[in-house]
């Protein structure tokens, strides 16, 4: 019985038929009140004679505590059940009086807004405020009893729903407001001049008309708010609505123009600060990695002419080897790929910045990137020269060491080979013939000797002459010396 009575309903006339209920309930359990007492009487009866006769009456007992226990629990909830609706039935009366009353007298205003004046309808309105603020009051004193979500949420949707209304009568009045708004950022904004690429300038155009963007959002509402006001106006009256009409169409027109407007050239600005900030960006970055490519060369041709110095020239013949292995003009292309890749990247770029209207810095900007285009052509040549300067020298060193190094195991070995001819004694035909392969050695190993130790000295020679001041060539003087040495101990020797 108690499922049938539900949560306590917002509606007077549903209440007071649960009052109803909540009576017949009472006079229910008012009914099968002798039933209950008979009870009792007879578990008392029941339970004496149980006493008497030595057995347990815990079970009679219990059952007769849980009956009793419902019956109060059935019995107290019923009480507070009548209670709680003879409070819901006085907030509910009262509330649906205010909310009638307060209804018909903004429908009153509403139906007589074309005949008064704004100042009058302000009076009006401004009337209804403590009757509005009762019903509020009213409203969150009944969501406080009622247990239902459901029956919360219509009323509160029918005080929202009536707020609405009274608001919009109140936006209504402010079309006039709104449309003044709108002409002067209209006036505003026609004022702003040409779109500057420079940062500072760029950044402060961006955040202003992002501050006009988000005020036209703030009064996006109050605008939505006037368009439905003027078509329910339109929708309800039979004559003179062309003027309304007329307003409404240009009230709208001139909102969809200046937001479109707006957020067209906040989105261009954006966009055009993105691009500008990448390109001085990718700019700084350009010029950093030419400076670090003229650091490295100035260093290098710091070094001098490092073709004698000793110290270098294992070093050098290293270079060369690797030199050879990855192709030197692959490795020259390599250093340069990414500065000429970022300096196509820029050009796009400044492509980009420059289809915007009106922007004296591209100029500045595209000096920039010939000044670039000129520092990298003129470190490219640079680079070009001193590889094959480079080039050059590794073979001539190379060639020198090659060189070297086969004359002085020649050397050597005919130094060895001339200590195996035997004395020039014995009979005269050993004699012959020991003078006869000394002249052969002489002729076809010791004198192609003589030529090839020619050539290691002018290529030596040549090597010391062509150093700068300053380059170390004791180490390349002592080698030809000791080479000189061993050439001159075998010339001794076969003479």
């Known amino acids: 019985m108690f499922q049938v009575l539900g949560p306590i309903a917002s509606e007077p006339r549903m209440v007071t038929s649960q009052v109803q209920q909540v009576q017949v309930m009472r006079d229910e359990f008012t009914s099968q009140q002798y039933l209950i007492d008979r009870l009792n009487e007879l578990s008392k009866t029941i339970i004496q004679y149980l006493n008497k006769i030595g057995l347990s009456t815990v079970k009679i007992t219990e059952q007769m505590s849980m009956i009793q226990h419902q019956w109060n629990d059935m019995s107290g909830r019923l009480i507070e059940r009548e209670k709680n609706l003879e409070t819901a039935s006085g907030i509910v009366k009262d509330f649906h009086k205010s909310l009638s009353e307060l209804q018909g007298k903004v429908q009153l205003v509403s139906d007589k807004f074309d005949s008064l004046e704004k100042e009058e309808i302000d009076e009006e309105l401004d009337k209804q405020r403590p009757l509005i603020t009762d019903v509020f009051s009213v409203c969150e004193q009944l969501c406080d009893i009622l247990s239902d979500s459901a029956s919360k949420t219509e009323i509160k949707y029918k005080v929202t729903q009536l707020e609405k209304f009274y608001s919009t009568l109140k936006k209504k009045i402010a079309c006039e407001e709104i449309s003044s708004w709108l002409k002067t950022t209209e006036t505003s904004f026609s004022h702003f001049g040409p779109i500057s690429a420079d940062m500072s300038k760029l950044l402060k155009e961006t955040e202003e008309f992002e501050a006009l963007k988000s005020e036209l959002s703030v009064h996006y509402q109050e605008y939505r708010n006037i368009q439905q006001v003027g078509e329910e106006i339109l929708s309800t009256s039979e004559i003179d609505k062309e003027a309304i009409k007329k307003q409404l169409t240009t009230l709208k027109k001139k909102w969809k123009d200046l937001n479109n407007d707006v957020s067209s050239k906040v989105q261009s600005l954006e966009d055009l600060f993105q691009t500008v900030l990448d390109f001085e960006e990718n700019l700084r970055d350009l010029q950093h990695s030419i400076q670090r490519l003229e650091d490295k060369m100035c260093s290098h041709d710091a070094l001098g002419d490092v073709s004698c110095d000793p110290v270098l ?127 052969e050695f002489h002729s076809s190993e010791v004198i192609p000797l003589s030529k090839q130790i020619v050539e290691v000295n ?38």
């Open 313 to 439: 020239l294992d070093r050098l013949k290293i270079l060369l080897e690797e030199a050879v292995a990855m192709k030197m003009k692959s490795i020259s292309n390599q250093i340069f790929y990414r500065p000429r890749k970022k300096k196509s990247g820029i050009r796009k770029m400044y492509e980009e910045i420059s289809k915007h209207d009106h922007i004296p810095e591209t100029k500045n900007y595209f000096e920039q990137i010939n000044t670039l285009s000129r520092q990298i052509a003129r470190l490219e040549e640079h680079v070009n020269e001193k590889e094959i300067t480079i080039a050059t020298m590794i073979t001539r060193i190379e060639s020198f060491h090659s060189m070297y190094s086969d004359t002085e195991k020649i050397t050597k070995s005919l130094l060895k080979k001339e200590e195996t001819f035997d004395a020039t004694v014995g009979d005269v035909e050993t004699i012959r013939r020991n003078q006869q392969k000394f002249k």
């Open 458 to 495: 002018k290529i030596g020679q040549g090597l010391i002459q062509s150093a700068t001041g300053g380059v170390d060539t004791t180490d390349l003087e002592q080698k030809l010396e000791v080479l000189n040495n061993s050439w001159n101990n075998l010339q001794e020797s076969v003479s």
